[in-house]
Structure formats: structure tokens, C-alpha cells
């Protein structure tokens, strides 16, 4: 057996509340895929930032290779060859992706007094890099122009140029598609081959099927025990997670749809950079329909969105909500009007993220009553709603309503949002990407919410790259592909397959 090269010995962290990692034993072998799994706020990411230096254990010893080591900063973890990919990345939008990669570490070219950081030679090992292990970036681009799946290969890049040989992923594959999902699983199996080790932060179980070789399972801090996974089934791993058995089949009765809620015609949306990424769309939705939009990302399913909520103007076309056209309508007056909305990033257009939950809570509704009573905000109001969906929602919190959004996992930041839209009582919910970054027991709720929507007659749009999620949920799907939509049918009459080749574009 392989000489374990991290041990982690009855590691406890605690935080204000809660006890996010609780005795936890642990010890990774050189050259596995280790996969670390457990619920939201499980302490996976906790006890992982632990060995990247980011949090000092309140308890408990760290051995790298043997030897007892005391972490105080992510440098200190780099010195030992310990790289990290977080969930959400940690790049600066307007550096270019050399001076990212080499940010704290820049190389320094003197001739005589003078001395100046060395980026030529940096990009060109860099591009080596990026090419050795199928990476392939231009090290010029500014990261504010890439895609979030090339901006994932420059965090990766950001370890390997530091020499790591202990690679830590946080949730990696949330916000890809499944071709880039693909792509990303092969490399770690690349740098596996390489020699690397691997640890894996993930809620996917089918991924770790795939490329892991034992996984540790946490439930609310503590360590449930190490499985290999070959013989572990999906269904029992996530048993564990969840502390229970999960129930995987989506209960969706057939029944008849009401009248038309929204009914967009013909509209078209140019981003910022005045390209069209919305060409003449049209579709309805429906009371007691689930109207899914599929396509690879950036196709124009999250514009469409975005334009019907009121984040972007359109250019031309129709937006009627329960027969009133809205398309000039602050996002304000649309919200009143009855539309309530999940966006794809939680953490930039769903909470202020520096405000505590119970005001995220409220902060749609916060100027209504009961929250505000002739211009007074009543903070019992506050405090009775919060308590009312932190219970209701399983939404987990160390400081209860008062904790800082920040703070909370990511999952239970998403938890918070669809709470807070589902409590608006609107009659059109627009959920983009609704689970990404759930546990398999919040996916199942959070599939069994929208379905209680549907069935109390409300108009879902669903936005998902998920396609089993989609195939699963819709009533209707519409397939989107360089912001057309080039079919729309009853989901019933779709095979998976068929719509993975519609969003690829091809229409025969």
C-alpha cells in the first residue's frame, strides 16, 4: 500500500455556532484521487482550506510526507507543494493570466541596480505548461474576456507553475457544461498519471464513479468513514452524505396547464459588447408548466433570463406578463408584477453578500408590510421570517439569521435565495442553474419545490446545463443554440440524446 503523503490527526475547527469540522482523522495517499464528500456546510471546503493554510485547526496535527507541519498561510502550504482551486475563483478580472498565475511569486530579472518582474519569460512557461497538460490558454488575455471553464485552467495553472504536487479541487465542475466537465475529469486523470495527488471536493457522485479512487465521507463536521469507491454504489454514498436514504425518483404527475403567463415574441438582446446574444426568440409558459431552455452555456439561455427579469434591456420584441407588456419596466415594477427570480450567480446578482441572512431574507419585500409600516422597518418582521425558512428550507447557519451571508457554504447561500423567490408567491419563478453546487439530498428537495410549484399552477422557467435535471423537470423544452431557439416540443416527445444533439447544433 501507498504511503500516505497528508494526514490529517483529529483535526476540530470551530466558528461562531458551529462546529464545522469535528475530530476529524483523514489520511491521502500519494498519487490517488481522494474525494472528499458530505452535505452542504459539511466541512469539506473547512477542512480543506485547513491544509491549504487558509484556517488554523483549533485542534488537532498535519503531517505532509511524515513530518508534522504548522500551516499559517496558503504560502506556506505552496512551499510544501500544496495547491488549491476554490470554488470560486480567485483571480483579479483585469490582470492578464500571466501576471495571475504569477501574483506573490513573480519572477525577478536585475541587471546591475535596476530590476524589473520578468512576464516574458513567465508567459512562454506558462504556455509550455498549458500545453503539457492540455490547458491550452494565451497567458495574454485579461481573465475579465474568458470563460468561466478557461479561467477554471488558469487556477489549475496557478498550482502547476508553483510545482504542486498535492492538488486540492473545490467543486470544480459546478459551473461547467458536460463536454467541459469531460474535459476537466480526463485532465485529472492526466496529472494523476503524472504523479499528482488529488483531492476532490464534489457533490456529483457520478464523477467520482468515474475518476476517484477512495472517497471520506463528512455529515455536519464529522467523518463518517473512507470508502473505496469501486465497490461503494452511488446510492450508498449518498445514504451517507445525507445521513438517510435519498430517493433519487422525481414524482411528476401529468395534469393540464392554465393560461398563458409569460409570452415573449421576437426579442433580441446585444450584451455589453454590443453582440447580438439573443436573435428573435420566442415562447410561452404556461400555469402548471415547467418551460426548460437547454443549451451548452453561453448560447443565450441566461439572457433570455436576464431579460425577461429586467437585468438587460431588449432591442427589439415583446415581454407580457399575464397580458401586460413589462419590457420597459424597472426590475422593481417586475417584481410586483409577479416574477420571481434565481439567478446563475448567487454570490454577485442573488445576495449582498456582506449582509446577514435574515436581510437578505426580507430584501425584496422589505419596504411591504409586515417588514415596513409607514416607512418604518419592523425588525421582528425580520427575525420571524428568517427563523420561519431557516427551519423550513433546512437552510444551515451558525449564527442563525444573524450570520453574514459570506460566511455561509454555498450551497446554503443558494438555499437562502430560492427560499426568499419561492416566498414572493409569484406567478412566473425563473430558476437558472437552481442546484449547482448542491448535495444530492438539497438537488432532490429543491427538485420536489419546483414541482410544488408547478402543481399549485405557477409558470416555471427553468435554465439548466444539467440535462438529467432538465429531461427530469420539464413539461416543455425549448433548445437553445447561438441565442435561436431551434426546437421546442413536449419534453415527452425528446430524447435525452436528441436534445444533447439540438444544443450542439445540429438539427437533422
Same mark, same amino acid.
Given at each position: ?5 497528508? &494526514? ?181 486523470? &492526466? ?169 437578505? !431574507? ?58 426568499? &423567490? ?5 406567478? !412566473? ?39 438529467? &435535471? ?39
Amino acid at each position: 500500500m501507498t504511503e500516505p503523503i497528508v &494526514e490529517l490527526r483529529n483535526i476540530t475547527k470551530r466558528f461562531p455556532g458551529i462546529v464545522a469540522n469535528d475530530n476529524v482523522t483523514l489520511d491521502i495517499r500519494k498519487g490517488e484521487i481522494f474525494a472528499l464528500l458530505g452535505e452542504n456546510g459539511a466541512g469539506k471546503s473547512t477542512l480543506m482550506s485547513i491544509l491549504f493554510g487558509m484556517y488554523e485547526p483549533d485542534e488537532g496535527q498535519i503531517f505532509v510526507r511524515g513530518k508534522e507541519v504548522h500551516l499559517t498561510s496558503s504560502k506556506d502550504a505552496a512551499a510544501l507543494n500544496i495547491g488549491m482551486v476554490h470554488q470560486h475563483f480567485k483571480l483579479v478580472s483585469n490582470y492578464t493570466i500571466t501576471e495571475n498565475i504569477v501574483l506573490g511569486d513573480e519572477p525577478v530579472k536585475r541587471f546591475g541596480p535596476f530590476s524589473w518582474v520578468d512576464l516574458k519569460s513567465a508567459s512562454a512557461r506558462i504556455r509550455d505548461l498549458s500545453l503539457e497538460y492540455g490547458l491550452e490558454v494565451n497567458p495574454n488575455d485579461k481573465i475579465q474576456d474568458l470563460q468561466v471553464s478557461t479561467q477554471q485552467r488558469v487556477e489549475i495553472l496557478k498550482m502547476l507553475y508553483r510545482d504542486a504536487e498535492i492538488l486540492i479541487f473545490d467543486e470544480p465542475t459546478s459551473v461547467l457544461t458536460p463536454q467541459e466537465i469531460d474535459y476537466l475529469l480526463g485532465i485529472m486523470e &492526466e496529472l494523476r498519471a503524472g504523479g499528482k495527488t488529488i483531492i476532490l471536493i464534489t457533490h456529483k457522485l457520478e464523477e467520482i464513479k468515474r475518476v476517484a479512487d477512495r472517497c471520506g465521507i463528512l455529515l455536519r463536521g464529522r467523518l463518517v468513514g473512507v470508502y473505496d469507491v469501486a465497490t461503494t454504489t452511488t446510492q450508498r454514498m449518498a445514504n451517507l452524505m445525507v445521513g438517510k436514504e435519498v430517493d433519487f425518483t422525481v414524482d411528476k404527475a401529468d395534469h393540464d396547464f392554465g393560461e398563458v403567463v409569460l409570452d415573449i415574441s421576437n426579442i433580441t438582446v446585444y450584451n455589453d459588447l454590443k453582440v447580438k446574444v439573443v436573435d428573435d426568440v420566442s415562447l410561452q409558459v404556461r400555469r402548471g408548466e415547467i418551460m426548460a431552455i437547454a443549451g451548452v452555456s453561453g448560447n443565450g439561455q441566461v439572457d433570455i433570463a436576464d431579460a425577461i427579469a429586467g437585468l438587460q434591456n431588449i432591442s427589439a420584441g415583446s415581454i407580457i406578463l399575464n397580458g401586460e407588456e413589462i419590457s420597459r419596466l424597472s426590475i422593481k415594477e417586475r417584481i410586483a408584477k409577479g416574477i420571481s427570480y434565481i439567478p446563475e450567480d448567487r454570490q454577485k446578482e442573488g445576495l449582498v453578500m456582506d449582509l446577514n441572512l435574515k436581510d437578505n !431574507l426580507a430584501i425584496k419585500t422589505f419596504d411591504r408590510e409586515p417588514f415596513s409600516k409607514k416607512g418604518v422597518l419592523q425588525p421582528d418582521a425580520f427575525e420571524k421570517q428568517a427563523e420561519d425558512l431557516i427551519e423550513r428550507y433546512d437552510i444551515r447557519s451558525g449564527q442563525g439569521s444573524l450570520t453574514i451571508t459570506r460566511s455561509m457554504s454555498g450551497g446554503n447561500q443558494q438555499k437562502a435565495i430560492i427560499a426568499r &423567490e419561492v416566498e414572493l408567491d409569484s406567478d !412566473l419563478l425563473i430558476f437558472v442553474q437552481p442546484t449547482r453546487g448542491l448535495d444530492v439530498g438539497a438537488i432532490a428537495n429543491i427538485h420536489q419545490q419546483i414541482l410544488e410549484q408547478r402543481d399549485m399552477g405557477k409558470a416555471i422557467l427553468l435554465v439548466s446545463l444539467e440535462l438529467d &435535471e432538465v429531461m427530469a423537470l420539464a413539461d416543455t423544452i425549448s433548445v437553445v443554440f447561438r441565442g435561436q431557439i431551434l426546437k421546442t416540443d413536449d419534453a415527452r416527445n425528446l430524447t435525452k440524446e436528441e436534445v444533447g444533439q439540438y444544443m450542439m447544433g445540429v438539427t437533422q
